[in-house]
Each structure stands twice: as C-alpha cells, then as structure tokens.
C-alpha cells in the first residue's frame, strides 16, 4: 500500500456526511473545514456538539429511513460518529442512496457486535479476553465456576463509556440481571446478547489507533489508559510498556484493521496482564477517546486522519511532536448550566489545551471536554496532570462518576 495511485484528488466541493451529532464528528467537522471539505451531519439534537459547526444538520433519527436516504444523497461519502446504527440500516442506506459508507456495512457487520467481534478477532488468531456467551441461566452458573467472583456481565451491543457492563460479585445480580433483559422484551425483539468475562486483576488498559484508505495504514503509538468506573479519565502516550509489548498490539491491531478492508480509524483496546499476557478486548470504529491527545500531541490528529481516509485521501504522520503527551478528559460534577469558573487558569499553564464540547447543560459524569498536554518528561506530564486535575476536578471525580 505505497504506491498511492488509486488515492482521491480533492474536489473543491467534497461533502462528508455523518451519522451522529456528538463531540466525536463536531472534531472530525473542524478537522474536515480546514481542508475546505463540506460537512453534513445526522442527528437528533440540533443543539448537540455536531451540529454547532456543520453548515448542515438534518434532524432524524435511524428509524426515519426515508430522511436517511435524503441526506444520504446531498453527500459524497458517510461515515460514523458512533455504533449505534445497524449494519442492516448501513447496507440498505447505501443501496438505496448510491453513497458509499465507511466503515462499509460489511465490515462494520464484523465487529458491531461485541461477541461477533471476539469471534472475529479469534479467527485472526488473536487472544481476547476470556469470555463465556450466556443463553441461559445455567450458562451463568458456568461462568462462575470457570471465572469466579467477580466477574463482569457486559451486553453485546450499546456498552460504551461503562454503560453496558457490570462488576458482578454475587451470583444472584447476574441472574437478576439476566431475567429482566428477557423479561421486558417486546414479543417480536431479538433476546439481547449478554456475555461474561472474568476479571483481569491488575490488568492495565492499552489502545492502538490505526487510520488507513485504500492504499496506506499507519498506526499511532500504543498509549496507556487509567479508567475511573470503567470510564477513560486519561490517556498518556507513549505507553510505558516494553517494545515488545507495544510491537505485538500494534500487530494484532494491524492484522485486524487490514482484514476489515475499510476506510476510516479504528481504536483497538487491549488488557495486558502482570504476567504479559495480552487480550484484544473491544474495537472501535471510528475516532476514539483514547486519541484525543493527537490533536496537540501528534503530527496529524485522528480526527484529520478519519476525514483524509474516509475521503481517500494521503494519510498523515501519526508521529508524536513531543516524549510525552497526554489527555485529561473533563466531567460533569453536577447537574445543570455547565459552569467552567477554572477555564481561565487552565488556559495560564503552558504546554495545555482546551477543548470543550459545547455542551450547555452539565451532568453528572457527562463527558463535557478534555485537556491535552505535552511535555519533555514524563515527570513534568505527572506534575501538569496533576495540577490540572485538582483545578478541573476541585470535587470527587471518582464519586461523581459512580
């Protein structure tokens, strides 16, 4: 993939079309805007991150095919913003509208599902996290005795920012938990996919982004995660973890994204155990948490990246312009008017920059912007995380986000 004959020429009225209106495509919009590309946006909230930036927004939601296929058609391309269309919404859409999607349908048919996804990865020989698929009651009680307590319940589809997943330490909860998601169905839905997984203990948390068009991939360094509740609070790259470590996810990522034969950035997140064991958890397609810190801290950020592959066009240099950078995301502490009383002293400290969503009301653990960072040491990193995180964070973050 070096020769770049098949790449795109960029066309003075390129639009790009997104499906979602959150704070992943209004970064990916800005990133678009600067190359002189057109944005669309899909969404359900004409007041959400999106579509403050797009100079166009059509409100619909999934369901409202008819209004898919309209916007579908006053755009060159589409791609996501989240997972939370179908890829039998994605196939049908781009029959019906003739605009190529990406990820393509197919593709994203392989991993939309989280235990499609595992037996995905498997099949390319790489090691996931153990699980067990769980159908019936007695299913439970077989995880348990192959995982112990605890273990975590997570549901196949719509788990993200811990939402979907479950630290279960009695066995009771699960089955709790299991009968209600078979109880509350409509007769003609689908009974939900629920898996177990045993708990990791000590386990740290990796992400490997890869970007790639029809003719390049490039990956970013392997950067670390700290979770607070299952939810990214921050990102530091590069990871401190052996070459070795680091060489074999960024491998495993790459074998998978170029098996998924499509346009756009996957993140790849991986538990790496005590003992140097390695699993690919969970993909994401499209622009990730765990890659915001590029876009201070990288040559080209993921959302430049996303917008250039999806587009065919040349990718850039995911090279870090600095030994460290990181990320800090900031959250709701209260429900309400968003107040950013700190933002003025954050700005004074060199080396950071703020990004804020847009978002006007505040929640409690809502995801409302984040912080980059870089520096020459990972000491002054530590120290600059640290200040920012009492400044931001004056209340309990691991509270608020219970």
């Not at 698929?133 to 920012?161: M, R």
């Amino acid at each position: 993939m070096n020769s770049l004959k098949n790449l795109a020429p960029l066309k003075s009225n390129l639009t790009i079309g997104f499906l979602g209106d959150g704070q992943l495509a209004r970064m990916s919009c800005l990133e678009a805007h600067n190359l002189g590309i057109g944005t669309a946006v899909f969404g359900s909230d004409k007041n959400a991150p999106a579509a403050q930036v797009t100079s166009s927004f059509v409100e619909g939601k999934e369901s409202d095919f008819e209004k898919l296929v309209s916007f579908a058609k006053q755009v060159d391309v589409l791609t996501l913003e989240n997972e939370f269309y179908s890829a039998a919404t994605l196939q049908r859409l781009e029959e019906c509208s003739g605009t190529p999607i990406y990820p393509r349908p197919a593709s994203f048919a392989l991993v939309e599902s989280k235990l499609a996804e595992k037996k995905f990865f498997q099949a390319l020989d790489i090691p996931v996290t153990p699980f067990v698929e769980i159908k019936t009651e007695h299913d439970l009680k077989v995880a348990e005795e192959k995982f112990g307590l605890p273990f975590f319940l997570k549901f196949s589809k719509g788990a993200y920012d811990g939402k979907g997943t479950m630290r279960i330490t009695a066995l009771e909860k699960a089955l709790e938990i299991f009968r209600q998601s078979r109880a509350t169905l409509a007769a003609s839905a689908p009974a939900p996919e629920i898996f177990i997984e045993g708990s990791l203990e000590g386990a740290r948390e990796f992400s490997v982004l890869v970007v790639q068009n029809d003719e390049q991939q490039k990956t970013y360094p392997v950067v670390e995660s700290l979770q607070v509740h299952n939810i990214c609070y921050e990102v530091i790259a590069p990871a401190e973890i052996s070459t070795d470590l680091a060489g074999k996810m960024q491998d495993y990522a790459k074998r998978a994204m170029a098996k998924l034969a499509t346009r756009g950035i996957f993140a790849f997140e991986f538990f790496v155990t005590p003992k140097g064991e390695i699993y690919l958890n969970e993909s994401a397609p499209r622009p990730h948490n765990s890659g915001h810190f590029s876009m201070n801290g990288a040559l080209t950020s993921q959302f430049a990246n996303h917008v250039r592959a999806v587009a065919n066009l040349p990718l850039g240099e995911t090279n870090l312009i600095a030994p460290v950078a990181s990320m800090v995301n900031v959250f709701g502490l209260k429900n309400g008017v968003a107040d950013y009383a700190w933002a003025p002293d954050l700005l004074k400290l060199p080396g950071t920059w703020l990004h804020l969503y847009g978002k006007a009301q505040e929640k409690l653990g809502r995801k409302m912007g984040h912080i980059n960072v870089i520096s020459g040491t990972r000491q002054e990193d530590e120290a600059k995380r640290l200040c920012i995180k009492k400044l931001v964070h004056q209340k309990n973050i691991h509270g608020s986000l219970q």
